[in-house]
C-alpha cells in the first residue's frame, strides 16, 4: 500500500502540466484523487486514463475558477463524485494548483487582466481553502503551488508574480490558523517548468538554453520535480513542516 491509501484529495487545475503530474503521484500513493479541471475536459480525461494505467483512482471535477460560483461549483462536484464512490465528503489533502499567466510589464497591464490574475490565482484559492475547511480532516493536509517569481525581481510578469506572492503570505497565516488542528500548511515555489504555460519562451534551442542556465543544474523543471515535492508535503513524513515556502526551482537565481 502507498503512503497515502485510504486518503482523499483534490488537485485543482490538474488536467495538464505540474497538476497532472501532482494527481498522478498523489494516486501512485494510494490516494483517491479529485482532477480538477477548468474547460479542458478531454485533458482531464487524459489525466484519468494515465491514472488509470498506473493502478490508481481518480475522478474528474468541472469548474471553471475566477468567475461567480466557482467554490461551489467545484465543491458540489467534488462531492458529487465521492458519493458516487461511496465516500464522504471529506477530504485529506487539498493542493491548489490552478493559475494562469500573465506575461505584462507593468505599462501593459490592463485593469481587466489583473483582476482576472487575482480571481484565479489568489481569490479562488482563498475561498477554496475557506469553503474547503468543512471538508478537510483534522490532520489534512493544504499545499499551494506558488512561484519562484515572489522572491526575485520579475517585471516581465509583475501582477502575477504579485498575485502569486499573496499566497506565500496566505500560507503562513493558515498555518498558523490551521496548527491546533494538527493541519500543515505548506507552499511550494516553481522556477521555470516545462508546461503549456511557458512554451512561448521555449520556441528556440537558444531560448531553452538561456532558461536552463538558470537552474544550477542547467536544465527546465519537469512537472514530476515538483509533483515529488508536493507529494512530501502530503505525507507523514511531512508532520513537523508548516507555514513553509519550499524552493522548487532547482536553484534558480543562486
Same mark, same amino acid.
Not at 525581481?153 to 509583475?158: F, I, K, L, T
Not at 500548511?185 to 532558461?211: C, H, I
Not at 527546465?220 to 524552493?247: E, H, K, N
Given at each position: 500500500?502507498?503512503?497515502? %491509501?485510504?486518503?482523499?484529495?483534490? $488537485?485543482?487545475?490538474?488536467?495538464?502540466?505540474?497538476?497532472?503530474?501532482?494527481?498522478?503521484?498523489?494516486?501512485?500513493?494510494?490516494?483517491?484523487?479529485?482532477?480538477?479541471?477548468?474547460?479542458?475536459?478531454?485533458?482531464?480525461?487524459?489525466?484519468?486514463?494515465?491514472?488509470?494505467?498506473?493502478?490508481?483512482?481518480?475522478?474528474?471535477?468541472?469548474?471553471?475558477?475566477? $468567475?461567480?460560483?466557482?467554490?461551489?461549483?467545484?465543491?458540489?462536484?467534488?462531492?458529487?463524485?465521492?458519493? %458516487?464512490?461511496?465516500?464522504?465528503?471529506?477530504?485529506?489533502?487539498?493542493?491548489?494548483? %490552478?493559475?494562469?499567466?500573465?506575461?505584462?510589464?507593468?505599462?501593459?497591464?490592463?485593469?481587466?487582466? #489583473?483582476?482576472?490574475?487575482?480571481?484565479?490565482?489568489?481569490?479562488?484559492?482563498?475561498?477554496?481553502?475557506?469553503?474547503?475547511?468543512?471538508?478537510?480532516?483534522?490532520?489534512?493536509?493544504?499545499?499551494?503551488?506558488?512561484?519562484?517569481?515572489?522572491? $526575485?525581481?520579475?517585471?516581465?510578469?509583475?501582477?502575477?508574480?504579485?498575485?502569486?506572492?499573496?499566497?506565500?503570505?496566505?500560507?503562513?497565516?493558515?498555518?498558523?490558523?490551521?496548527?491546533?488542528?494538527?493541519?500543515?500548511?505548506? %507552499?511550494?515555489?516553481?522556477? #521555470?517548468?516545462?508546461?503549456?504555460?511557458?512554451?512561448?519562451?521555449?520556441?528556440?534551442?537558444?531560448?531553452?538554453?538561456?532558461?536552463?542556465?538558470?537552474?544550477?543544474?542547467?536544465?527546465?523543471?519537469?512537472?514530476?520535480?515538483?509533483?515529488?515535492?508536493?507529494?512530501?508535503?502530503?505525507?507523514?513524513?511531512?508532520?513537523?513542516?508548516?507555514?513553509?515556502?519550499?524552493?522548487?526551482?532547482?536553484?534558480?537565481?543562486?
Amino acid at each position: 500500500m502507498g503512503e497515502l %491509501a485510504g486518503r482523499t484529495a483534490l $488537485v485543482t487545475g490538474a488536467s495538464r502540466g505540474i497538476g497532472r503530474a501532482i494527481a498522478r503521484r498523489l494516486a501512485q500513493e494510494g490516494a483517491l484523487v479529485a482532477v480538477h479541471y477548468g474547460r479542458n475536459e478531454a485533458a482531464a480525461r487524459q489525466t484519468l486514463e494515465l491514472i488509470a494505467e498506473e493502478g490508481g483512482r481518480a475522478f474528474a471535477v468541472g469548474a471553471e475558477l475566477g $468567475v461567480p460560483g466557482d467554490v461551489e461549483a467545484l465543491y458540489a462536484g467534488l462531492e458529487e463524485g465521492l458519493a %458516487a464512490r461511496g465516500r464522504e465528503p471529506d477530504l485529506d489533502i487539498l493542493v491548489n494548483n %490552478a493559475g494562469i499567466s500573465g506575461p505584462a510589464r507593468i505599462h501593459e497591464v490592463t485593469p481587466e487582466l #489583473f483582476d482576472r490574475l487575482f480571481a484565479v490565482n489568489t481569490r479562488s484559492p482563498f475561498f477554496l481553502v475557506q469553503r474547503g475547511l468543512r471538508h478537510l480532516r483534522d490532520g489534512g493536509r493544504i499545499v499551494t503551488v506558488s512561484s519562484a517569481a515572489t522572491r $526575485v525581481a520579475y517585471p516581465e510578469s509583475v501582477a502575477y508574480a504579485m498575485a502569486k506572492g499573496a499566497l506565500n503570505t496566505f500560507t503562513l497565516a493558515l498555518a498558523k490558523e490551521l496548527g491546533p488542528r494538527g493541519i500543515t500548511v505548506n %507552499a511550494v515555489s516553481p522556477g #521555470f517548468v516545462e508546461t503549456d504555460m511557458n512554451a512561448r519562451k521555449r520556441t528556440t534551442a537558444q531560448a531553452t538554453a538561456v532558461l536552463a542556465a538558470l537552474s544550477v543544474f542547467d536544465r527546465i523543471g519537469r512537472p514530476a520535480d515538483i509533483a515529488d515535492v508536493v507529494a512530501f508535503l502530503a505525507s507523514d513524513a511531512s508532520r513537523w513542516i508548516t507555514g513553509q515556502c519550499l524552493d522548487a526551482s532547482g536553484g534558480s537565481h543562486l
